[in-house]
């Protein structure tokens, strides 16, 4: 259980253009999901923490207009770098938030496999 | 505020053991987590301790105690495939997961 997707896996893009990621929770309902930015040897950026049906809650320094989170449903949350710049390439990583886990422990966070970004 | 300390880096021997020590300060504690990452690969979850002692999971196993803010990561019988960062990243009191660096685990043969 708890296996959570992202698509697609590697993006290629020209500077300018909207890139949108998806992140689903394949076997469980996750009301709560979080996006990460992670650069080369450094540690996971916490960007945003995503709740089914309300508005994200950005992090200190996280542009939300440029970084748009859409979570409609309890099984998918969407992150959209708008205009997207050389910058911003980096490994992007969501995970769900996964409570009450049978022989696991009460609250976790399972991650997808991420999604490395690039813009020329 | 919060904080992780972990070694950058370690290197071990094929078959050897090998603790990656791990010291925190957090706002709140609700549990600690190790999770290990692969190079060019997201986290994935190895276990997790919420009371004081030791909690075994095949050859991994993990230490916590809460009064000196300090866990462990033991790994025994090493293999190649375990070379990859081990993350601890204790939890708050908002449950949310605090991140460090990690530690690069090198494993040679």
């Known amino acids: 259980g708890a296996v959570v997707s992202q698509h697609p896996s590697r993006v290629i893009c020209k500077s300018g253009t909207s890139v949108k990621i998806e992140c689903r929770s394949l076997d469980f309902q996750a009301t709560t999901m979080f996006w990460y930015r992670q650069f080369p040897k450094q540690s996971l950026m916490l960007m945003a923490t995503?709740?089914?049906?309300?508005?994200?809650?950005?992090e200190q320094g996280v542009e939300k207009d440029k970084f748009l989170i859409n979570h409609a449903s309890l099984t998918l949350s969407t992150l959209t770098v708008t205009s997207a710049h050389p910058e911003d390439s980096s490994f992007y990583i969501c995970?769900?938030?996964?409570?009450?886990?049978?022989?696991?422990?009460?609250?976790?966070?399972?991650f997808g496999p991420g999604t490395r970004l690039t813009v020329l | 505020g919060q904080n992780i300390d972990q070694p950058t880096e370690m290197t071990a021997t094929e078959g050897a053991i090998v603790q990656i020590n791990c010291t925190y300060q957090t706002s709140g504690f609700n549990g600690l987590f190790w999770y290990q990452q692969h190079a060019g690969e997201a986290p994935t979850f190895l276990s997790y301790?919420?009371l004081d002692g030791l909690e075994e999971k095949g050859r991994f196993s993990s230490f916590l105690s809460r009064s000196k803010g300090y866990s462990y990561l033991l790994l025994k019988e090493l293999q190649m495939k375990d070379s990859a960062s081990y993350l601890c990243?204790?939890?708050?009191?908002?449950?949310?997961?605090?991140w460090g660096a990690g530690t690069k685990l090198i494993i040679k043969p």
């Open positions: 990243a204790p939890m708050d009191s908002n449950y949310q997961l605090i």
């Open positions: 995503s709740n089914e049906g309300s508005k994200a809650t950005y």
């Open positions: 301790n919420v």
């Open positions: 995970s769900a938030r996964v409570t009450g886990l049978a022989g696991g422990p009460t609250d976790t966070q399972y």
